[in-house]
């Protein structure tokens, strides 16, 4: 029986997004746009929506308008923001098929996926708004010491393509509920989310609080560089965090940089193999692959190495690839050209140096940014498969003698956001995942994040903490309040 969601779909989705009317927000309006951009249907690249476009003028506007409602806002009680953040939560629950449908032609992603993400966004701005306030008494014995945390200012936020609602809402929420006004700019591959979500908050925040505006790098670098803006919010590749970095150290700009990963898991011979093979392959599948926290490189006892292939490569056999809004797909297509191009590049590559592709077998459209899930053997530890990340439904798996060969091949590369150690035998498995030079270690899991649980960056992977209260009071300046008793 075909899932209710697909009976949503529309019959044309180009006229239907084009009904949809959407427009970027600034102080709580419909922004006029300075021009216009073709957003191309990843499954097929032909034009499925035409998405207005800002410029430097556009940021500009759109940081006016939160730095004027900045003042109110800021004075506004924790309760207030939080209640604010639960009506919004809802309304992204409540707008959830739509939603799903725009996030499903911009990303290519099924649409059973593109309705988790919504739910997920619900969720996770739910529980971010039950967070309580950056505040702690500090004992002194002649002084009354608390710390609390006020209000930034502008928070100017730059989302990424790979998950356009959950990512830029989780910016939204630590943002808001820190007293704090916003500007977000969606990526330039995926522009049409976030202007819904824009819309929908217009009737639950102030004008001017939270708005939402499309962009190239020209409108980010003018949101890094205004002096209005008091803290930057981006998630991207590291290439363009340190670039990020750059322009913001000349104003000293608070930051949080959520940038590259390439998490390695560590599998010893007594794993369970089932589990980690769902895990792993389910992580891998989602997105085609473009997911920050996934298994991206396997480093597997010699023993099991052909056995964890093998049922790997079972696992991938009937996966099928092909239109986001047909129930039967499994994986779409890769988001965008470059990265398409990008990674059937590192795929060339492993094949021409002599590697194994152990491949999917269905059919392969003949159209769009398709490109078979496979797991790659044979590559040495220095090819750019393993050493560089990917962004794609690839798997380098490597075979290992001793598990600290492993540990000092997890942390070889530049990057720090996640890696995880299987085994049965967990007292070992945890003794090995903490000597990993990540912000996050699992043991038996890997890419679970909560919106509770802090995620820490290291590394080349960012700077800053998301998610948890950690996350939010990193939108919050620490202030001391020390009063002489008399």
């Not at 180009?14 to 102080?27: F, K, Y």
């Not at 191309?40 to 940081?63: H, L, N, Q």
């Not at 797909?329 to 590697?355: C, H, K, W, Y």
Request: include cysteine.
């Amino acid at each position: 029986m075909t899932e209710p969601m697909y009976q949503d779909v529309p019959v044309d989705p180009a006229q239907w997004l084009a009904g949809l009317g959407l427009q970027q927000t600034v102080g709580g309006e419909d922004c006029p746009p300075v021009s216009t951009m073709d957003v191309p249907y990843p499954a097929t690249e032909e034009t499925i929506a035409t998405a207005p476009f800002g410029d430097a003028a556009t940021i500009a506007a759109a940081v006016l308008a939160a730095h004027s409602s900045f003042p109110a806002w800021s004075r506004t009680s924790w309760e207030q923001r939080r209640e604010a953040l639960e009506k919004f939560a809802a309304a992204l629950e409540a707008d959830v098929t739509t939603l799903s449908l725009i996030l499903t032609a911009e990303t290519g992603r099924t649409l059973r996926r593109c309705r988790s993400e919504v739910l997920s966004a619900g969720r996770f701005v739910r529980t971010i708004a039950a967070t309580g306030p950056d505040v702690e008494q500090i004992p002194h014995d002649r002084s009354s010491v608390r710390r609390i945390g006020r209000p930034l200012g502008v928070v100017g936020a730059i989302a990424p393509w790979n998950s356009p609602v959950l990512l830029a809402v989780v910016k939204v929420a630590n943002a808001l509920l820190s007293g704090n006004t916003l500007v977000l700019k969606a990526s330039p591959f995926t522009p049409l989310a976030a202007l819904r979500f824009g819309q929908l908050a217009r009737s639950i925040f102030p004008a001017g609080v939270l708005n939402v505006v499309n962009g190239d790098g020209v409108a980010g670098a003018a949101l890094v560089n205004d002096p209005r803006v008091a803290k930057i919010s981006f998630t991207g590749s590291t290439a363009t965090g340190k670039l990020i970095a750059a322009s913001a150290a000349r104003q000293l700009k608070r930051l949080t940089l959520e940038l590259g990963g390439n998490d390695a898991a560590i599998v010893l011979a007594d794993a369970n193999l089932d589990t980690f093979v769902e895990f792993s392959s389910q992580i891998g599948l989602l997105n085609c692959g473009a997911f920050c926290a996934g298994v991206k490189r396997v480093y597997v006892e010699r023993s099991i190495h052909d056995e964890l292939v093998d049922r790997y490569a079972a696992r991938l056999r009937d996966v099928v690839l092909g239109d986001a809004f047909e129930p039967a797909t499994d994986m779409g297509p890769i988001q965008n050209r470059p990265q398409f191009e990008r990674v059937l590049g590192l795929r060339n590559a492993a094949v021409e140096s002599g590697a194994t592709l152990h491949e999917s077998v269905g059919p392969i459209p003949d159209r769009g940014l398709f490109l078979a899930p496979a797991a790659v053997t044979g590559l040495s530890r220095s090819h750019p498969l393993v050493q560089e990340e990917q962004f794609g439904p690839l798997l380098p798996i490597i075979a290992f003698d001793d598990p600290a060969e492993a540990v000092i091949e997890a942390n070889s590369g530049p990057y720090g956001l996640g890696g995880s150690v299987w085994s049965a035998d967990i007292e070992r498995a945890e003794s090995l995942a903490v000597q990993l030079d990540v912000g996050t270690a699992w043991v038996n899991q890997h890419g679970a994040f909560e919106p509770a649980v802090p995620m820490p960056f290291a590394k080349a992977s960012g700077i800053g903490i998301d998610y948890g209260g950690l996350g939010v009071h990193e939108h919050s300046q620490p202030m001391v309040v020390n009063v002489l008793r008399p």
